[in-house]
């Protein structure tokens, strides 16, 4: 079968950092800014904006199991 979209996230952390993104045919549409506490959209100003509720909240947990993984992973 033909692929019509290519999709993909990314989650990682470190002690002092994280990271979740996600992208959609090779661009970037949204990720979290856990400075600025909020999910960033960078999408062009001639497109109809979209927004997914509760994105930011989620990357936050993630963020946290993310942590407790990898503490969990290094005492191993």
Partial sequence: ADVLHEDIGIRGCSDSDGEEMYGL???EVAY???NKQEEIYPQPPFIDPF????????AVANLQVCRQ???VDLQA
Avoid: I, Q, R
């Fill in 25 to 27: 045919d090779g661009e």
């Fill in 51 to 58: 927004t997914y509720p509760g994105v930011y909240e989620s």
């Fill in 32 to 34: 979290a800014d856990f």
């Fill in 69 to 71: 993984n990898l503490k």
